[in-house]
Nanobody
Framework: QVQLVESGGGLVQPGGSLRLSCVAS????????MGWYRQAPGKERELVAR???????VYADSVWGRFTISRDNAKNTVYLQMNSLKPEDTAVYYC??????????????WGQGTQVTVSS
């Protein structure tokens, strides 16, 4: 059984930093793209950043220059370094991964989410 587990969320003051981590575990043959999404109250889930196996990245305009996505393929882990946080970054952050489990059906998996709150 495949699981994605996020960690690193919490309460931070405006201008502060947080680092999110997401580990994919279970019977996994390969992982393609991994990414971070977020959903604020009353809003739709939106892309924050994505990264390919080779390290190519895509960012939402709203986080460009403040957030950095990275991954450790050996550890099946994706990270999101968030700097210069703003109150509008407050949301539940979800990681996802496009992966092939040993069961043989490639699909996208989601984590359970981690709360990030930016407030003074």
């Amino acid at each position: 059984q495949v699981q994605l587990v996020e960690s690193g969320g919490g309460l931070v003051q405006p201008g502060g930093s947080l680092r999110l981590s997401c580990v994919a575990s279970g019977s996994i043959l390969s992982i393609n793209d991994m990414g971070w999404y977020r959903q604020a109250p009353g809003k739709e889930r939106e892309l924050v950043a994505r990264i390919t196996t080779s390290g190519r990245t895509v960012y939402a305009d709203s986080v460009w220059g403040r957030f950095t996505i990275s991954r450790d393929n050996a550890k099946n882990t994706v990270y999101l370094q968030m700097n210069s946080l703003k109150p509008e970054d407050t949301a539940v952050y979800y990681c996802n991964a496009d992966l092939l489990p040993r069961s043989g059906v490639r699909r996208t998996y989601w984590g359970q989410g981690t709360q990030v709150t930016v407030s003074s």
